[in-house]
């Protein structure tokens, strides 16, 4: 059986187990995340402005996250292939379920950042049940990643996310605004062409 390590901080009510995917461990799912990007090509969904969006995104599990003029949403087709997402890989499973056991996720959303990419400050709320938390693993490169309150105007805090560190926005936090302001491009060999891979599991439907 798989062992996993880590230990476990709490950053501003975050927990965050850091090093929870050893080297090997992360070049496994990245290897598996490959896989998954072969079937389902990342792409830029655009902004409610008409913008591309900074990162690329695609998905493993029934539901993708998906953007355009139309608004934000999640769907179980690939938007340029039309086919379902493939299976959501192990390591990733096993991330979610040191947070929560009671079902497994429906979603596993798949961030590129790219040099000079970020994501702007925002609510996960798109899910049915925030009952549920929203599982992140980060691989790659280092993002600071920045966190407030469920008020878009409450103060900002923010600290670095590490290859390998797996995160949790659940209960009082679940809805909190969060986003990332940076990544430190070409500090990690995890990625054949650098940048940051951030997982985002989630439980869409009820
Ligand atoms: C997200 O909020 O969807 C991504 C956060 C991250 O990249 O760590
Ligand atoms: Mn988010």
């Known amino acids: 059986m798989t062992e996993f ?4 901080e709490t950053l501003h009510e975050i927990p965050v187990i850091r090093g929870f995917l050893d080297p090997v461990q992360q070049q496994e799912l990245r290897n598996d995340l490959r896989e998954v990007a072969r079937i389902a090509p990342p792409f830029s969904p655009m ?3 008409g913008k591309p ?16 003029r139309k608004g934000y949403r999640y769907i179980e087709a690939h938007p340029q292939t039309g086919a379902a997402f493939p299976a959501i ?3 990733a499973l096993a991330a979610w379920r040191a947070f929560e056991t009671r079902v497994d996720p429906d979603c596993c959303l798949i961030n590129h950042y790219r040099e000079g990419a970020r994501m702007g400050l925002h609510q996960d709320r798109d899910e049915a049940d925030f009952g549920y ?3 992140s693993i980060s691989l790659g490169d280092p993002a600071l990643f920045r966190i407030g309150g469920v008020e878009r105007k409450a103060p900002t805090r923010s600290f670095w996310l590490e290859s390998g560190d797996v995160m949790a926005l659940q209960g009082d936090q679940r809805l909190a605004f969060h986003g990332i302001d940076r990544i430190k491009f070409g500090q990690s060999a995890l990625l054949q062409k650098g940048g940051r ?4 599991l989630r439980r869409v439907a009820p």
């Open 89 to 91: 890989p192990a390591l």
């Open 5 to 8: 390590f880590g230990n476990t």
């Open 197 to 200: 891979l951030n997982l985002t």
């Open 47 to 49: 902004t409610g402005w």
């Open 133 to 135: 938390p929203v599982v």
């Open 53 to 68: 969006m900074s990162v690329q995104i695609t998905a493993a599990g029934q539901f993708c996250w998906y953007s355009d």
